[in-house]
């Protein structure tokens, strides 16, 4: 390949390739899609620059209007509907309907007498909404790009069509590309099909070969051969001919990066000069995201039946550890930042013994995300901790081992109650929600769950939310298996110009058509015919509720002398001190190994102590809430006192955007 040829093809002093992450995304923090395809653009000699006009909106909007789509949920595709109107200019549909469904499914997003109010303030955006595309292509074609690409992840799809639609408008002879998980397989080629001035549209992982696709498009542009695309790219020459099909998933190709070792460290300078000219840029404290898998190990052995998140990319795949260590270093060197957002789908189960106990003896003092599983022991929750890593998302998505066994879900109740309690012995930070509303579920479960979840109000309180029914999900996959009867999410045909049969190769969120109300949205609705699920869901309220106060509860326990003395202040504490001797201190001890309840009871009868007293001594302790028995096994509930402090909020190692500037000072004297 001639590089001078090639460049020649770009715009006269224009760069080669702009990369550009539309609303709506996280402003606190760069894409990693683009800050490695950037990398790997410029390691083959092309000029690339990324664009975040997701930080322009930022100041387009204003803060609080900002604010709004936190409070929203990703599928009810609040970005996408703002900006079809920029999109599909042509397209006619009851915007009123859509935004009476939006607050229907979002009770928390106003109060009932502000609704009209947000009404108003919701069209009159929607309105504004071609001004800002107009101004971001201003930005992007100020460079004089030869090749637009945008990246779409959840609800940054129709404003990437929008973007390009714009570009391709202004500069026709721009090259427009589009990637990301929303153009996975048919998602992709439908896409393809439907909006014709997106030229070309990857589906899969482009990182393994944006450089040759780039290339070939400098070259060729719109005309490059079906031959010489990649396999996962649709282009324009697939209109003519008809596009590609593959054996697997939904017959449509995806590209895979099967070498972890080959995706370049990615390069976020881009990010860093839009975060130093945005308004707000006092108010939004960056983290680092970092890549060291891609996949999951866990669904390649079990594919729990409500995640769509791979896509067609299951097969898990790490990243050597001296890579990892190579490009931490690299990254913390090159931006100051030691925060940093791991966003594998799940920690490689090896790295505890690789790349954590050398994060942990190189004292690199960093603060590390991941997700992980539930399942974790003590010792693999203290080596994370030695490593840096202070928060995690494990997984933990019922406390009910029935639920988590509908879900293919790998553990248990008493697995996700121990490690809750373990991270808040350990001060690690914890996300977490419980999923609701499985197919085949007994209300019961949730009775039995609500009897108990007010006895953990001192450990980290999660969400609630309602399943949804995602693409490439065992739901979706296999609806009939679980008398599903599936149809898109009725919010897409507000957002998209599309018939029926193109809207449900486009979207990614489903809805099952037997339940309420198009089923999963209003969860408050089902709870009031559920008498279980309405109290398990009050259980969680009081939890979030009782943390949100500032009067965290606590329940702990230290030695004294021949006793356990425990402190509590649940709000279902059954007295404030207890004194414990005898057989219920050493209960309670052996409580902190959570062992099954039969080998506890041998254990204790092997040293003389008469069955009758144990169990005496158990339902003691269970009728003070401070020792729980859940799937056989006996858990204890105080922490050991000292507790270390958990993280602030603030301290997410993904980044922060802070309400108020001066909350950074208020939060650094609360730590
Ligand atoms: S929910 Fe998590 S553990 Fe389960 S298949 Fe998806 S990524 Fe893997």
């Not at 069509?161 to 721009?174: D, G, S, Y």
């Not at 397989?185 to 393809?192: A, E």
């Not at 990066?257 to 990010?271: E, N, R």
């Not at 100051?336 to 106990?357: F, M, Q, S």
Request: net charge negative; hydrophobic share 40%.
């Amino acid at each position: 390949m001639d590089l001078a040829t090639d460049q020649a093809a770009a715009s006269v002093d224009g760069i080669d390739v702009a990369l550009v992450s539309m609303p709506y995304a996280a402003v606190q923090r760069p894409s990693i899609a683009l800050g490695q395809l950037k990398a790997a653009l410029s390691q083959d000699g092309l000029r690339a620059k990324a664009f975040y006009p997701n930080l322009l909106f930022l100041d387009f909007v204003g803060m609080e209007t900002h604010r709004l789509f936190e409070k929203v949920r990703t599928e009810d595709l609040l970005a996408d509907w703002l900006f079809s109107g920029a999109a599909f200019p042509d397209f006619e549909t009851d915007h009123a309907h859509y935004l009476k469904r939006l607050m229907a499914r979002n009770r928390g997003l106003t109060k009932d007498h502000e609704a009209e109010a947000l009404t108003a303030r919701f069209m009159e955006l929607r309105k504004q909404i071609p001004d800002f595309v107009d101004w971001a292509a201003d930005k992007v074609l100020a460079a004089r790009p030869a090749i637009v690409g945008a990246t779409s992840t959840f609800q940054q799809h129709v404003a990437a069509l929008a973007l390009l639609r714009r570009i391709k408008e202004r500069a026709p002879e721009v090259v427009t590309m589009l990637g990301g998980a929303n153009c996975e397989t048919v998602m992709g080629r439908t896409t393809h099909r439907a909006f014709p001035w997106v030229d070309y549209v990857v589906s899969g992982e482009a990182d393994g070969f944006i450089a040759k696709l780039c290339r070939g498009v400098l070259r060729d542009g719109a005309d490059l051969p079906a031959a010489d695309m990649p396999h996962g790219t649709f282009g324009p020459a697939h209109r003519v001919q008809g596009y590609p099909r593959a054996a697997n998933g939904d017959g449509l190709p995806r590209a895979t990066t099967q070498d972890m070792s080959s995706v370049p460290l990615p390069d976020y300078d881009d990010y860093f000069q839009a975060h130093a000219d945005s308004l707000y840029r006092k108010h939004i404290r960056p983290g680092l995201p970092i890549e060291t898998a891609r996949g999951c190990w866990w669904g390649m052995k079990q594919h729990c039946t409500f995640c769509g998140l791979n896509g067609g990319g299951m097969a898990f795949r790490a990243k050597p550890e001296a890579q990892v260590l190579d490009e931490i270093d690299a990254l913390v060197a090159r931006y100051g930042i030691r925060n940093l957002e791991a966003v594998d789908n799940i920690l490689d189960a090896n790295y505890l013994k690789t790349l954590l106990p050398t994060l942990a003896d190189t004292k690199r003092g960093l603060n590390l995300f991941y997700e992980t599983k539930a399942n974790l022991k003590p010792a693999e929750l203290r080596q994370l901790v030695a490593a840096g890593v202070n928060w995690i998302q494990p997984g933990i998505e019922s406390l009910h081992s029935d639920v988590l066994k509908l879900m293919r879900k790998g553990v248990t109740a008493w697995n996700n109650v121990r490690l809750l309690r373990l991270c808040r012995q350990y001060g690690l930070r914890v996300s977490w929600s419980l999923l609701t509303e499985f197919p085949g579920e007994d209300d019961a479960w949730y009775g039995e769950m609500a009897a108990w979840i007010p006895w953990l109000s001192h450990l980290q309180p999660g969400g609630i939310a309602a399943l949804r029914f995602d693409r490439y999900s065992p739901y979706f996959n296999e609806a009939a298996r679980y008398d599903l009867d599936l149809t898109p999410s009725e919010l897409y045909s507000y957002v998209y110009p599309l018939p029926p049969a193109e809207l449900a190769d486009q979207a990614y969120f489903f809805e099952d058509r037997g339940t309420n109300d198009h089923g999963r949205s209003l969860l408050h609705a089902n709870a009031t015919e559920r008498q279980g699920l309405g109290a398990a869901m009050d259980a969680m309220r009081d939890w979030v509720r009782a943390w949100r106060d500032g009067s965290v509860p606590i329940l702990t326990m230290r030695e004294e002398e021949d006793a356990l003395v425990v402190e509590d202040t649940r709000p279902c504490a059954v007295a404030s001190k207890h004194r414990l001797v005898g057989t219920a201190k050493r209960l309670l001890e052996a409580g902190e190994e959570t062992p099954p309840r039969s080998r506890l009871l041998a254990e204790l009868a092997r040293d003389g102590v008469f069955e009758n007293e144990t169990e005496e001594a158990l339902a003691e302790l269970v009728e003070r809430r401070l020792l729980l028995e859940v799937d056989g096994r006996v858990l204890t509930l105080p922490l050991r006192d000292p507790v270390p402090p958990l993280p602030l909020l603030a301290d997410f190692p993904g980044g922060y955007f802070f309400r108020h500037p001066q909350e950074d000072a208020l939060i650094s004297v609360a730590s």
